[in-house]
């Protein structure tokens, strides 16, 4: 990836130099990187308040609750997973952290899950029928509240960055179905070939 982006910034400066528009590839970087601080700066505030909530969430018991919850369907959708498994609780926190939005927070939640399944894994270089089913789950990234895309668009300046909750919510919804039942038949049409 490093070298694809090298790639475009070495060839938008070489075509600059020979167009004679040298200046304005200058501009648009100081600009781009003007952005990209006032965007960073957004961003912590609204990840401090989330992750914040979460961890509070987590020590009232919330995340215990939603575990609690989500046991049925854990059940039917991780069958190869042990009941007193700590990765019941953690698949409650990465779907809860992906659920508002905080996608940084969910993805060392999910390698600890993944880390979690793997122990409990007969055949270390296999991914279990657990471990697919979380990672289609997880990389859909069902959204209650894309807090990290609002907190983008107050950075740059949207005029209602909340308008973009209720498309991502359907988007996401149906990505996150997608995933469940895609793994769901390629489990059963990965065991009737003897896999």
Request: glycine fraction near 6%; aromatic fraction near 6%; charge should be positive.
């Amino acid at each position: 990836m490093n070298y694809i982006f090298f790639l475009l910034i070495a060839v938008s400066i070489i075509l600059a130099c020979f167009n004679g528009r040298i200046g304005e590839v200058s501009s648009s970087m100081l600009s781009a990187c003007d952005t990209a601080v006032k965007i960073s700066f957004s961003l912590i505030g609204i990840m401090a308040f989330w992750l914040g909530i979460m961890r509070i969430a987590e020590r009232a018991g919330f995340v215990q609750l939603i575990a609690k919850i989500l046991k049925p369907l854990t059940k039917i959708l991780f069958k190869d997973i042990k009941e007193d498994s700590p990765a019941v609780g953690d698949i409650a926190m990465s779907v809860s952290a992906n659920a508002l939005g905080l996608t940084n927070a969910a993805t060392p939640i999910g390698l600890k899950v993944m880390k979690e399944l793997q122990e409990d894994n007969d055949k270390k270089d296999e991914a279990t029928d657990s471990m697919c089913m979380f990672l289609g789950m997880n990389t859909a990234g069902f959204q209650i509240i894309p807090a990290t895309v609002i907190a983008v668009l107050v950075g740059v300046g949207a005029k209602n960055p909340s308008e973009i909750i209720i498309p991502t919510l359907i988007v996401t919804t149906l990505s996150f179905i997608t995933a469940i039942i895609t793994a769901l038949i390629l489990r059963k049409v990965w065991r009737k070939h003897g896999k």
